[in-house]
């Protein structure tokens, strides 16, 4: 037994990066999943899913901080703090710019950037002028709480940490009091132990020509960007020592990154929710194809991609396909409508049907009219619906046994073997007693393919053993 579309369960695309499985829990569990679900002066710590308060302080030297603490007294200079009810920084203020080419001139204001000679000022801690090779291109670092990546030879800001409540380390943005004293991890090819609730970096395995990998130096892989990676790090090279996996069937070698150009010519560096931002290849880059345009895939590798040279879907779509399967043998894309539905764009790839379609991620949003959710290892996306017709439950549907049978009521699914077909609803688990209000001593079966996620459907008595 098996459903209609032989493979809309176990779909899965190598697109479908920015949903990546790396984080496990169930949204439906957190507090909150982005800024924008927490009231007042709070912030969503992403690291806990729950709203936190944000302290305000700005400008002010004293008084109540919005979150049942105090101000801290940041008068410099020679100012002292006036109290209640202002709480402001009074008296003459003399900056300390000394030997510095910008920051804080301990006045509420900027030191003035004061390098000649075609020099440019370094940037945080130190603020020296120096050579604008002073920076390796792809190096990151903190300026305050700003990311900032070299680029060109000069240091470029990114993005500013303190906008989602954290602080930059070591050019990463992280939650305050965000790890387990004792815990290791990698910060590109940096081992980082966590020492009074706050990662230390250690040496960079780089010097040696190593990767670091869970938090210690190792020989590198050979695995360059988009290549897999099935035994994590380890299979990857030094210019992209970061395995991405959503622990199933999908994996590629990549590197953490904040804007385009540290990814090389031609790829890009994208937000991948939870896990971060990372550096795509060139096919995984968003393109231009709209919702239900055909795409450019090739998730088995092997240089002969469905629909090629349609190009990548834009930006917030997946490339959702299937890749050429000699089971359903044709010769001409006309052949391959007997195996997929038009919408989903069909492709005879060299004697086997493929399909693809750019569609939307279902797990924050409902999918767009005509198109329905679909569970995947990667996560909830959006796939086009099958034309509905008059077909009731348990009724012959359209299929590969009854081509002549009329499609299923919307809402409902065909099934069928190599000589049955019947419209079925989907049910919860093989608990689920509804089943018999359509299939009279019926029963609920998971019916997907090996290795993918649950797809549990209501069949008749004959089915169920």
């Not at 999943?33 to 709070?42: A, K, L, M, V, W």
């Not at 060299?350 to 569609?359: I, K, L, N």
Request: proline share 7%; aromatic share 6%.
């Amino acid at each position: 037994m098996r459903k209609n579309l032989k493979f809309l369960v176990p779909i899965f695309a190598i697109l479908a990066i920015g949903m990546l499985g790396m984080a496990c829990s169930s949204g439906d569990d957190y507090e909150c999943t982005g800024p924008d679900e927490c009231t007042g002066n709070e912030y969503c710590d992403m690291t806990t899913h729950t709203c936190k308060c944000n302290p305000d302080c700005t400008g002010h030297c004293g008084g109540d901080d919005g979150c049942g603490g105090s101000c801290a007294d940041n008068c410099t200079g020679g100012q002292t703090c006036s109290g209640t009810p202002d709480y402001i920084c009074e008296g003459s203020c003399t900056p300390s710019c000394t030997g510095k080419c910008g920051g804080p001139d301990g006045c509420d204001s900027t030191c003035p950037d004061n390098c000649t000679g075609g020099q440019v000022c370094s940037g945080t801690p130190n603020y020296v002028c120096e050579d604008p090779a002073g920076c390796t291109n792809g190096t990151v670092q903190c300026f305050g709480t700003i990311v900032q990546t070299c680029t060109n030879e000069a240091w470029v800001n990114g993005l500013d940490c303190a906008n989602n409540g954290e602080i930059c380390v070591n050019g990463v943005c992280e939650a305050q009091g965000s790890c387990t004293n004792g815990a290791v991890q990698c910060l590109g090819t940096i081992p980082q132990t966590c020492v009074s609730e706050a990662w230390v970096s250690g040496t960079d395995c780089a010097n040696g020509g190593q990767i670091c990998v869970a938090g210690a130096c190792e020989d590198a892989g050979s695995g360059g960007l988009g290549d897999p990676c099935p035994n994590g790090d380890g299979d990857c090279d030094a210019a992209y020592p970061t395995c991405l996996s959503d622990g199933a069937d999908f994996s590629m070698c990549s590197l953490a990154c904040s804007i385009d150009s540290d990814c090389g010519v031609d790829n890009c560096c994208e937000d991948l929710g939870e896990v971060g931002s990372f550096c795509l290849p060139t096919e995984a880059c968003p393109g231009e194809n709209a919702l239900g345009a055909p795409c450019e895939f090739d998730m088995d590798g092997n240089g002969s991609p469905v629909n090629a040279g349609t190009g990548a879907c834009s930006e917030g779509l997946i490339c959702l396909g299937l890749d050429e399967d000699p089971e359903y043998s044709c010769a001409v894309d006309g052949d391959c409508l007997d195996t997929f539905l038009e919408s989903w764009n069909p492709d005879c790839v060299g004697s086997g049907c493929g399909a693809s379609f750019c569609a939307p991620s279902c797990d924050t949003v409902d999918c767009p009219e005509g198109w329905d959710p679909q569970e995947l290892t990667s996560g909830c996306v959006c796939v086009p619906a099958a034309p509905s017709g008059n077909a009731g439950p348990g009724e012959e549907c359209q299929s590969d046994p009854t081509p002549n049978a009329d499609n299923c009521q919307a809402g409902l699914t065909c099934l069928f073997d190599d000589t049955v077909s019947f419209c079925s609803t989907t049910c919860t688990g093989t608990t689920d007693t509804s089943c018999e209000t359509d299939f009279p001593g019926g029963c609920c079966v998971d019916i997907a393919a090996a290795g993918s996620p649950p797809a549990y459907y209501c069949l008749p008595a004959a089915y169920c053993g």
